[in-house]
């Protein structure tokens, strides 16, 4: 009977304590998961169902346009209606040649630090050093060395070219390519790190075993590393096509302005400067629609390099 009436006080008893674990774990769960709810999942299914209303000022009301601010954009910015419109999607598609580059030269250089080239301490802090400092105060440095006033490499460039050059002009042609040598230069550090860690992965004894087989440098570099580490690869291929939905904070801190006909504007750029600006209801929903024009645009290449990635990546696990 005791026997009987402890088994019961015990089951009772491991009962509520999995109540209470599953208590915990909902509580943990609840604030995370009503955020998403109310800060992501409605803002953002309430923006997109707007982009397809207009603000009636008389009514005070929203009407349906449906697919009518769709097809200004798309013609506008994608297909080329408006020059200056264009421009700003062009801009944004920048941002994928910018990572193209970065890419190799990453791969290259975090190889070199795995092998332990000589000076790679000095060239790891050559590297790093954009990621250390904010992103603000680097382009700030950047734009001051190329100021037509005072910039010691304008100044220098001045000397070698024999006349001065006003780099940073709202109509300069020479500012996009100062704008692509920062981007590479200050993105290299993240993902030189991200393809270091993939590298040093790899087990010692494959590295030591393509030294007795006599590899050199490359060929152990394309036909050893580089499958190994294409998973990482991979990945970053991804990011690359995503890209143009954040090419907003190079641009913008180092042009000083969006240029004749959109010169400098990209498309993340011109969303940031309307939603900071408190501009109009229609100004706000044109600046969503192109948002999500330029995400629509880019999703099927997203989805194919996916799925090309899955196909051709090994599975390599060390």
């Known amino acids: 009977m005791k026997t009987a009436e402890a088994s019961k006080r015990g089951a009772g008893r491991l009962k509520t304590k999995k109540y209470k674990e599953i208590g915990f774990l909902i509580s943990l769960v609840a604030i995370p998961l009503v955020n998403f709810c109310i800060f992501w999942l409605y803002i953002n299914i309430q923006t997109v169902v707007m982009t397809f209303q207009r603000y009636n000022v008389a009514t005070g009301q929203y009407e349906w346009i449906w697919f009518e601010r ?29 990572n193209l580059v970065i890419l190799p030269l990453a791969f290259v250089c975090a190889y070199s630090f795995y092998k332990k080239i000589r000076f790679q301490k000095f060239f790891r802090v050559l590297f790093m050093f954009p990621s250390m400092i904010s992103l603000v105060v680097l382009t700030m440095c950047y734009r ?25 002009g709202s109509d300069s042609d020479y500012l996009w390519a100062l704008i692509w040598i920062f981007c590479i230069w200050a993105g290299m550090g993240t993902n030189v790190i991200m393809m270091s860690g993939a590298m040093m992965r790899i087990p010692a004894d494959l590295t030591d075993s393509c030294k007795v087989d006599g590899l050199g440098f490359w060929h152990e570099m394309v036909s050893i590393v580089l499958p190994l580490v294409m998973p990482t690869v991979a990945i970053y291929c991804i990011s690359i096509l995503a890209s143009p939905l954040s090419f907003v904070m190079q641009p913008m801190m180092i042009a000083p302005n969006e240029g004749t006909e959109n010169k400098f504007l990209t498309i993340p750029w011109y969303v940031f400067a309307v939603t900071s600006s408190g501009a109009g209801q229609d100004d706000m929903l044109n600046a969503a629609t192109i948002g999500i024009s330029l995400s629509v645009v880019l999703l099927p290449f997203i989805i194919g390099v996916r799925v090309i990635t899955n196909k051709f990546t090994p599975k390599v696990s060390f």
């Open 144 to 168: 001051y060395m190329f100021s037509y006033d005072f910039g010691p490499v304008s100044a220098l460039l001045a000397q070698i070219m024999g006349h001065k050059v006003s780099w940073l």
């Open 70 to 98: 769709y097809g200004e954009v798309f013609s506008d910015y994608i297909f080329g209606g408006n020059r200056a419109a264009f421009n700003t999607f062009t801009n944004s598609l920048k941002a994928i040649g910018i």
